[in-house]
Every structure is written in C-alpha cells, then in structure tokens.
C-alpha cells in the first residue's frame, strides 16, 4: 500500500448518466466462454471546487446521485496500472456511501513477505536437519544414510508443510484485509466530511502586522 497513491476529489454533481451494457466472453472458435453478464454504469459529471469538470464512471453501483447533489470520490492508482480504480463513491448530501470491492482488495491486498512454496521448503530443511542431528547426537551416526534419512523425511513432509503455509497465508490475508478494509473506510468517512455541504472550513491566520519603523532620535543641540 505504501507504493500506491491515494486521490480524494469532491465537488457538485452537474449531470447523471446511467447506461447498461451486456458483456459476453468468446474463444478462439468463437464460443461463448462463460454466460454474459449485465453491467450497470453510472457516469457523473463534477464540478469541482476550483470550477473545472471532470467525469468519473462507476461500475455496478447502489447509490443513488441526482444533479445537484455533492459527492466525494476516493480512488487509488496502484503501481503498475495506467487509471486509477474506484474505492470509494460518498454522497455528502444523502450521508450515503458505496464501497468498489474489487478496487478496495487491489488496493488494500497485500502478498506475504515469503510464498507459501519457500516457506515450506525452510520448514522441509529445517525437519532434515532435525532428523539428521537426532542421528548424529543419539545414534552417533551422521554419516550418509543419515543425511539420506533427513532428505527424504524432509520431502515426504514438504508437500503437508506447503498446504500448512497456504492456508495460513489465506486466513490470515482474510483477517488482515478484513480489518484494514474497516479502518480505511472510517478514516475515509471523516476525511471527506471536511467537503460535505455547510462544512465550516478552518479560517486562515491573519498575517502578522508589519513592523512599525521607529523615528530616528531628535538630534541634540550644540553649545556655542
């Protein structure tokens, strides 16, 4: 998350287009790989604060805007995507919001340090030379066949070690994601409220006065 880059914009909305469309998956022989699904897209047009217009397009969303109405846009540009992805849709009129599911794992999704491939491949070594030391320690045999035996209870355990490693790293992704997706939201929604319609903007600080120039001192007079 660190790499990426957070956009927060808001402004009032100028006009709502809602358009749907049917998407349909083809092979190479032209058969239809999965059923075809209706995508619902709502684009806004917003004026923001400085007065340019932007439009922003949103994919199979619930809320509901109408022209007037002032919304917050949270979006994020991932590292290696060319168009930043929906995360958050607010309705600062209505106190609504919509969550982007798909933008939000992107965005909040993180990949463990070490895959669950290499960590059991350390685990698998570490059984290895578990058994191999048992052997040299209690059977005074660290010879050959003792490194064999380790190798081989070492590869026969490697295959459980690996699913261990990927279910782990599953579950705890889930809960790590789970609780990350809560937080983000609620510092979002306190973010944006600064935006929302009648929000008391902070007044800036007056400037210091500047200073007063002292008059020079009266010159004194001289004695005859």
Not at 100 to 108: D, M
Not at 110 to 133: D, E, N, Y
Request: charged share 20%; proline share 8%.
């Amino acid at each position: 998350m660190a790499q990426n880059t957070l956009l927060v914009t808001a402004g009032d909305v100028i006009e709502v287009q809602l358009t749907s469309e049917t998407v349909v998956i083809e092979g190479a022989d032209r058969r239809h790989v999965e059923p075809g699904h209706i995508t619902n897209r709502m684009r806004l047009f917003v004026r923001e604060g400085e007065g340019q217009e932007q439009k922003y397009d949103f994919d199979d969303t619930e809320l509901g805007v109408r022209e007037t109405q002032r919304v917050a846009i949270v979006r994020g540009r991932l590292k290696r995507a060319t168009a930043p992805v929906n995360l958050i849709l607010f309705n600062l009129s209505s106190g609504e919001h919509d969550t982007f599911e798909s933008g939000l794992a992107a965005y909040l999704g993180r990949t463990p340090l070490f895959a669950a491939p290499w960590k059991a491949a350390g685990l698998a070594l570490l059984v290895a030379l578990g058994v191999w030391a048992y052997r040299a320690l209690a059977a005074a045999d660290g010879g050959l066949m003792s490194i064999l035996l380790g190798v081989l209870i070492g590869g026969f355990a490697y295959p459980l070690f690996w699913w261990i490693c990927r279910l782990w790293d599953r579950i705890s992704e889930r809960i790590r994601y789970k609780h990350a997706r809560k937080r983000f939201i609620a510092e979002m929604t306190g973010r944006v409220r600064a935006y929302a319609p009648g929000a008391v903007q902070p007044a800036p600080h007056p400037a210091p006065p500047p200073p007063v120039a002292e008059p020079p001192p009266a010159a004194e007079p001289s004695e005859a």
